[in-house]
């Protein structure tokens, strides 16, 4: 079946830094990829939706020089949360489609981010 | 855009019985409804999935009912066990769309022996 991983699976960092978490589907190309921030007992918000080789699309209220997605390849997305805070300490989900067509997304196991 | 409501936010049922979780959506053009389960910190698992040209479907003790008119869609679990115990969450799709998958609350399920 198809599979999607992401890395790393937890990070830590001090606030301000920047974290670079990778999507990659490993037995399919991945033509959508999509971005997730799921808080503690909260559902899964989208935050952007990555498409190969153009700019990502971002949900209202989430501020994309924050948060930089590059979909360089149809194997890998990538998520960098710039100049963290401890207010985007969360859980962050990657999906993965493989056509317009299709209605299954898979998901990435998820980043546990914590900020300092 | 989309819009999915679902209730209850908590549920819990004795071993055996029957758990029904509901959702409502907005957008008439969403046409794909797939279902979640989620264990604590881990990725969504996709139990079951409903397509707007099927009423029902149904895979062992999970079944999932839509209903397009009301635009309400429902997840049954029948003979419920301790391990059905997480959180659920529905979602909708426009298929041919944007392929955003807008999700509900979630339901968190707990199952008592």
């Known amino acids: 079946g198809a599979v999607v991983s992401q890395h790393p699976s937890w990070v830590i960092c001090k606030s301000g830094t920047s974290v670079k978490i990778e999507c990659r589907s490993l037995?399919?190309?991945?033509?959508?990829m999509f971005w997730y921030r799921q808080f503690p007992k909260q559902s899964l918000m989208l935050m952007a939706t990555?498409?190969?080789?153009?700019?990502?699309?971002?949900e209202q209220g989430v501020e994309k020089d924050k948060f930089l997605i590059n979909h360089a390849s149809l194997t890998l997305s990538t998520l960098t949360v710039t100049s963290a805070h401890p207010e985007d300490s969360s859980f962050y989900i990657c999906?993965?489609?493989?056509?317009?067509?299709?209605?299954?997304?898979?998901f990435g196991p998820g980043t546990r981010l914590t900020v300092l | 855009g989309e819009n999915v409501e679902q209730h209850p936010s908590t549920l819990s049922v004795q071993e055996g019985d029957s758990a029904v979780i509901k959702c409502t959506y907005s957008d008439s053009a969403s046409n794909y409804f797939p279902w979640y389960k989620q264990e604590l910190g881990k990725r969504p698992q996709l139990i079951i999935d409903?397509?707007?040209?099927?009423g029902e479907k149904k895979d062992q003790r999970i079944a999932v009912t839509l209903n397009k008119t009301a635009k309400h869609f429902s997840l049954h679990i029948t003979e419920t066990q301790p391990e059905d115990s997480a959180v659920y969450f529905c979602?909708?799709?426009?298929?041919?769309?944007?392929?955003?998958?807008?999700f509900g609350q979630g339901t968190r399920l707990t199952i008592n022996p």
């Open positions: 999906s993965a489609g493989s056509g317009s067509d299709t209605d299954t997304q898979y």
């Open positions: 409903i397509r707007s040209n099927v």
């Open positions: 979602a909708a799709v426009v298929i041919g769309g944007a392929q955003k998958l807008v």
């Open positions: 037995d399919f190309q991945a033509t959508t």
């Open positions: 990555s498409n190969e080789g153009s700019k990502a699309t971002y």
